[in-house]
């Protein structure tokens, strides 16, 4: 049978999905078309720069293993690399890339010594050694890539940080900017990349350093005559890393500086790693000539984690902290806290704090009632009657339902597990809850109760979604 482009990488794809994971399958695999088997050379088509650069990287080896697998040894790969038409909106046109195996290749940007001493400048930024500038690069060793769990919601940021931490300078993502709302693991994902730099390239020079600090530094060097020096040191980093870049805004000369440092970085092929709390695009207060510039690069964003992400998360935590705690635990923060990982992470830490100086074991009721002072925003008071509404609308029935006498099935578990609220979660007495849900007496409300709890301890389905049920119910108690 004569082999077609789409005969061929069908084949290889069968041989590529059994030597890597499946969600890197998904992702750098899947949205690859081929379009072309010409003289033994296939041509796929791929996404973007950054997916071609990310498999010449990564999966190179594989692809043209499979490729000789199929075709013979003269194969050959090409991409094509689909762009964006930049003015118009003609239809997308695409670069054809022949594939170069890259991965023995050399890192060639200038690196250190610089001699200060022989330079005469004098450099308050620098700590000369015997023959190499020491720079203290101000990582947390702890915020590695390792430690960061990988999630839907980072998968391209991740990914694209570490490409650049393979490949310093080297790759189209320069700038690399990452942004997202706070506390979604933007400091600890720019710092994994530098410790992962350290690690392959220990000559490099990195350095991470917040906006404030470079701000501050900067109106130091200026009161103390000192711009010069300054600017010298920037320009010498190799990996520069700058983190809640939102601060310049507004700091005209601060970014006036940061401007001139960008750019002797980027043309001397230098990293520049950033973060921001917003898009770019929407940094008021930021000059346009650097957010041009930003665009030169990637900007990614960090999403919320989803629930499986939380709880890994979670897991990771406690498992580097040499902790146990019981999965409906880790579960229930991890349910409650949704959309801050710093937050979450505050409520794992004062649970074991509040533990140990109390000495008590942790149990879910302590669990719960740390995390109620936590989440906890508003003024506002649970009653019967807001219990009602929010467990009816989770189950999709109306309330008149569970005031009623029915005894359907659905409706009786749902009125259940509104008593088990109102008792938990309200002061009213089980007589008075029972006559608000269908004219009960205080011993069915009791049963209740106990149902749902035997419920939650058999039935995990069942426990999830009362767990999801209180945190809705609880979201703005104060
Ligand atoms: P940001 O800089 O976006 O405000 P941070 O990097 O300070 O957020 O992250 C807040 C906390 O959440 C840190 O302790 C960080 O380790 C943790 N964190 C965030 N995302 C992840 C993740 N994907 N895996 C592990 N820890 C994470
Ligand atoms: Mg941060």
């Given at each position: 049978m004569?082999?077609?482009?789409?005969?061929?990488?069908?084949n290889?794809?069968?041989?590529?999905?059994?030597n890597?994971?499946?969600?890197?399958?998904?992702?750098?695999?899947?949205?690859?078309?081929?379009?072309?088997?010409d003289?033994n050379?296939?041509?796929?088509?791929v996404?973007s720069?950054?997916?071609y650069?990310?498999l010449?990287q990564?999966?190179?080896?594989?692809?043209?293993?499979?490729?000789?697998?199929?075709?013979?040894?003269?194969?050959k790969?090409?991409?094509?690399?689909?762009?964006e038409?930049?003015t118009?909106?003609?239809k997308?046109?695409?670069?054809?890339v022949?594939?170069?195996n890259?991965?023995?290749?050399?890192?060639p940007?200038?690196?250190?010594?610089v001699?200060?001493?022989?330079?005469g400048?004098?450099?308050?930024?620098?700590?000369?050694?015997?023959?190499?500038v020491?720079?203290?690069?101000?990582?947390?060793?702890?915020y590695?890539?390792?430690?960061?769990?990988?999630?839907?919601?980072n998968r391209?940021?991740r990914?694209a940080?570490?490409?650049?931490?393979?490949?310093p300078?080297?790759?189209?993502?320069n700038p690399?900017?990452?942004?997202?709302?706070?506390?979604?693991?933007?400091?600890?994902?720019?710092?994994?990349?530098?410790?992962?730099?350290?690690?392959?390239?220990p000559?490099?020079?990195?350095?991470?350093?917040?906006s404030?600090?470079?701000?501050?530094q900067?109106v130091d060097?200026?009161?103390?005559?000192?711009q010069n020096?300054?600017?010298?040191?920037?320009q010498?980093?190799?990996?520069?890393?700058?983190?809640?870049?939102?601060?310049f805004t507004?700091?005209?000369?601060?970014?006036?500086?940061?401007?001139?440092?960008?750019?002797?970085?980027?043309?001397?092929?230098?990293?520049?790693?950033?973060?921001?709390?917003?898009p770019?695009?929407?940094?008021?207060?930021?000059?346009?000539?650097?957010?041009?510039?930003?665009?030169?690069?990637?900007?990614?964003?960090?999403?919320?984690?989803?629930?499986?992400?939380?709880?890994?998360?979670?897991n990771?935590?406690?498992?580097?902290?040499?902790?146990?705690?019981?999965?409906?635990?880790?579960?229930?923060?991890?349910?409650?806290?949704?959309?801050?990982?710093?937050?979450?992470?505050?409520?794992l830490v004062?649970?074991?704090a509040q533990a140990?100086?109390?000495?008590?074991?942790?149990?879910?009721d302590?669990?719960?009632?740390?995390?109620?002072?936590?989440?906890k925003?508003?003024?506002?008071?649970?009653?019967?009657?807001y219990?009602q509404?929010v467990v009816c609308?989770?189950?999709?029935?109306?309330?008149?339902?569970?005031?009623?006498?029915?005894?359907?099935?659905?409706?009786?578990?749902?009125?259940?597990i509104?008593?088990?609220?109102?008792?938990?979660?309200?002061k009213?007495?089980?007589?008075?809850?029972?006559?608000?849900?269908g004219?009960?007496?205080?011993?069915?409300?009791?049963?209740?109760?106990?149902?749902?709890?035997?419920l939650?301890?058999?039935?995990?389905?069942?426990?999830?979604?009362v767990?999801?049920l209180?945190r809705?119910?609880?979201?703005?108690?104060?």
């Amino acid at each position: 049978m004569e082999k077609t482009f789409s005969s061929v990488w069908k084949n290889c794809l069968k041989i590529i999905k059994d030597n890597v994971s499946p969600q890197s399958f998904k992702t750098w695999f899947e949205p690859i078309q081929p379009i072309k088997l010409d003289d033994n050379i296939l041509t796929i088509e791929v996404p973007s720069e950054f997916f071609y650069e990310f498999l010449e990287q990564h999966y190179i080896t594989l692809l043209k293993k499979t490729l000789r697998h199929e075709l013979g040894a003269g194969s050959k790969l090409e991409y094509s690399i689909l762009m964006e038409h930049q003015t118009n909106n003609d239809k997308p046109y695409s670069v054809k890339v022949p594939s170069k195996n890259k991965s023995n290749l050399s890192n060639p940007s200038v690196s250190l010594p610089v001699n200060v001493g022989g330079s005469g400048i004098k450099n308050p930024f620098i700590i000369p050694g015997l023959q190499k500038v020491t720079i203290d690069s101000q990582l947390n060793p702890s915020y590695t890539f390792e430690n960061f769990i990988e999630g839907d919601c980072n998968r391209l940021a991740r990914s694209a940080g570490f490409a650049v931490a393979n490949r310093p300078g080297g790759t189209s993502f320069n700038p690399l900017l990452i942004y997202s709302p706070t506390g979604l693991g933007k400091t600890h994902l720019v710092h994994a990349i530098g410790i992962d730099i350290k690690n392959r390239f220990p000559n490099k020079t990195v350095l991470y350093v917040t906006s404030e600090k470079f701000t501050q530094q900067f109106v130091d060097s200026v009161k103390n005559n000192s711009q010069n020096d300054f600017v010298n040191f920037y320009q010498m980093i190799d990996v520069l890393i700058i983190d809640d870049l939102q601060f310049f805004t507004g700091k005209e000369k601060t970014q006036d500086v940061f401007f001139h440092i960008f750019n002797h970085l980027h043309q001397t092929n230098k990293q520049l790693i950033l973060t921001s709390d917003k898009p770019p695009i929407d940094l008021q207060g930021m000059e346009q000539r650097l957010l041009s510039r930003f665009k030169w690069g990637l900007s990614a964003d960090l999403g919320v984690p989803d629930l499986e992400t939380r709880i890994a998360i979670l897991n990771k935590k406690i498992y580097s902290d040499g902790i146990e705690l019981a999965p409906e635990i880790i579960e229930y923060i991890a349910y409650s806290v949704t959309t801050n990982v710093r937050e979450m992470e505050g409520v794992l830490v004062s649970i074991l704090a509040q533990a140990t100086l109390n000495k008590k074991s942790i149990t879910l009721d302590l669990a719960k009632q740390l995390i109620h002072k936590f989440v906890k925003s508003i003024d506002f008071e649970v009653t019967v009657d807001y219990i009602q509404k929010v467990v009816c609308d989770y189950f999709h029935l109306p309330v008149e339902a569970i005031k009623s006498s029915s005894r359907k099935r659905e409706v009786v578990q749902a009125r259940q597990i509104a008593m088990y609220f109102s008792k938990s979660l309200t002061k009213y007495s089980l007589a008075a809850i029972g006559q608000q849900c269908g004219g009960k007496d205080h011993a069915t409300v009791l049963h209740s109760c106990r149902t749902v709890n035997n419920l939650m301890e058999t039935d995990k389905r069942f426990r999830a979604n009362v767990y999801e049920l209180e945190r809705m119910i609880t979201f703005f108690e104060s």
